[in-house]
């Protein structure tokens, strides 16, 4: 569990949403905070496999972080739902559940032929490069905005090379050794010389 999700957990929000991975296979998991349920849904529809260790694994995060002392009951549902119907589409179609369920509150109308797939993976790729933002505010160590460790100031340092940003954290150097002097070259311009 990250530590963005960890935050979420500790302010209590009403939706925590988020994709696992068990045996290279995706599905989504949405616990819903305020009815304390866990949502399971796995294109491949084998949800029955593995519910019960999600639901044992969420316990035990919620008991070790945050409802330390308090019993929650948490429960867990699934839902019946068109299938995957290839082997390389589950990212896509987690995704496209996780969004119909979270807009709708059902996923029987997500549909797994091959023709909706593609029509997704366009609208995904479309979305992806509408919203990709300026690539500057990202580091070029961990490709992440924040860093996940509770670190409340993030230091960053330039490349003096491709003029892009690194966190501090993320090169490895310390910042006193970043502090004097120090010309920082990232590994890609190491690389390309
Ligand atoms: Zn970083
Ligand atoms: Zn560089």
Known sequence: MSGVAEE???RQEPWQTGEADIWEEKFG???KMCENTVVLIDPLGEEDKYSRRILRNWR???RANVDTGNKTVWKLQTFKHQLQMDGSSCG???LNFAEQYLTSGSID???TSPASIRAERLEIAGLLMENQGNI???CIICSM???QSANTTINMVQCDHCNRWAHTECTLYSAE???HDFSFMCKKCKVNG
């Open 92 to 94: 896509v179609l987690t």
């Open 109 to 111: 109308q997500v549909e």
């Open 136 to 138: 500057d505010e990202y």
């Open 29 to 31: 998991v949405i616990v």
């Open 145 to 147: 905005m924040d860093l």
């Open 177 to 179: 050794e970043l502090s």
């Open 60 to 62: 035990s995060f919620v």
């Open 8 to 10: 979420r957990v500790a």
